[in-house]
């Protein structure tokens, strides 16, 4: 009777486990990125992007960023962040940048 108990307990446990966290999301680590235009760079070190929204940020690059004079005016992809965020090309080339103010 004792194995009985304890194999229901435990098959109830295993059950409300599964339906608990079925809807969770699993995280992949890969960013969400979205659509944005390069507005202004000033030669790799900071740059002004307008995101899909509309909004206008100035962002720092982290290190120096070297194909980024190239899509002035371009669409470039973002993962976007409150403290940083991630700029990618066509290409799939990656510069990590500071956000440090929003224009406008």
């Known amino acids: 009777m004792k194995k009985l108990v304890l194999c229901i307990a435990g098959a109830a446990l ?28 000033e030669y790799g070190s900071a740059l002004i ?10 962002v720092a690059a982290k290190t120096f960023c070297s194909w980024t004079m190239q899509y002035v005016g371009r669409e470039v992809w973002l993962a976007w962040g ?14 990590e940048f500071w956000v440090k103010e929003r224009v406008q």
């Open 49 to 58: 992007i307008e995101r899909g929204n509309g909004e206008k940020w100035v």
């Open 82 to 95: 409150p403290v940083q965020c991630s700029v990618k090309n066509d290409l799939g080339d990656v510069c």
């Open 14 to 41: 295993f059950f409300c486990g599964c339906i608990l966290t079925r809807n969770i999301p699993a995280n992949t680590g890969e960013p969400n990125w979205e659509s944005a235009t390069l507005l202004h760079d």
